[in-house]
């Protein structure tokens, strides 16, 4: 979001609670949508060098791996490709760019704990891991502070997370020589995998996702390897085998949460504190970064043309530009989610239904969420 407003020359302070950026053993999706957002702020060389373009996905059935649907894609004849990648080495990219702008300042290790807003601003009483606070006043405040959002619930809208019943383990294993790189999805009854390689080709990530009876709070927990090898136990030799080569598994309890309002006043929300998506169509990152896109050019257009007083209606316009396109990502994540996880003998339906439809017809479906672009 610093980013995108920055290159408009709006001044931005990035204020993020944790004493770090960077998230290890996790991978990200970076579809084309997205990532035209990052090629047009001049990201396309920073991420060819820790990214993997994709090749295509191949959907797969649990317990023997026979392919159900390859959906091949064609990076070389892409603008903007299909991308795999870190976590970490998306933050780092990012974080990089973003400490190159002069207009940018980065406040770590404070959170966000109050806000009051008025005709010319909002101000925030940022607190220290430590209890001391300071605080900050800006033209606009902009909530990107994931599915447990403070600025959501300050802002009004303390509807809580609800457990979905899910849970995700992650973990990085050493790249395979398996060819042309692909994402390959697993889909098995109350569960699945996902795996892709990252790091420029020297690793895979790794994600499964299976049903959980106990939700935990909070981003991550460590996972035992002894009991993933149980979750796999029925699974094709080659997931097995990468389950087994995987190392670092971090357990993630999925939660849904209701979409919030996008904008009030001068406050807005982003990204998961706004629309937290299940990531069973790996778009939340994804549509975070056209959030991102889409405000700052409103704001942009507003800071022009009125000054400070444009800012609240560009948040609202925002927030109405948003709706509709967010709504139909979480509808359709969930959906995915629902069929991903069917049992014997719905399995047999949804399998011939994917063999129908084949790659070029998946590829069709998705065409309005990866052919995207801001106005
Ligand atoms: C298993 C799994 C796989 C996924 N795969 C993909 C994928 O392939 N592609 C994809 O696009 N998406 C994927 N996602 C979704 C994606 O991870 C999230 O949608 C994305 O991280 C949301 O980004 P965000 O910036 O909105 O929130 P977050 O990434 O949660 O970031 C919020 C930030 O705000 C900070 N913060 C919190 N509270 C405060 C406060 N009070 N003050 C200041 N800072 C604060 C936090 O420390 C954090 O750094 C996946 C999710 C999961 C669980």
Redesign the pocket.
Known sequence: MALSLARRGIAATV????TG?GELG?????SPN?GRVLDGLDLTLPLKRVAVSSHGLVIRRWNDGRALLEMPSHPERLTTPYRALK?NDLHTVLLDAARAMPNIRLVIG????EITQDETGVSTTLTGQNGQWESFHGLGLIG????????RDLSGDASPPVFTGFE?W?ALAPARATGTPRVNLHLGPGRHAVHYPVAAGHQTNL?I?RRASEAREG?TREGDAAVLAQHVAGASPDLRALSAAASGWQV?S?FDRKPAAMARGRIAL????AH??L?FL???????IEDAAVLARLLAQALEAEGARGVPAAMAAYATTRAARVARVQEASRSNGRTFHLGWPLSIGRDLALRRLGGDGLSRRYGWLYQWRDA
Do not use: C, M, T
């Open positions: 204020i993020e609670k944790r950026f996790a991978g990200l999706q970076i997205s976590r404070r959170g966000v704990d990107a502070d994931g599915l447990w959002s403070r600025v995700a992650r994600v996702v981003w993630w999925l982003l990204g998961d504190a937290p998506v990531p790996a778009q939340g990152a994804s549509l975070a």
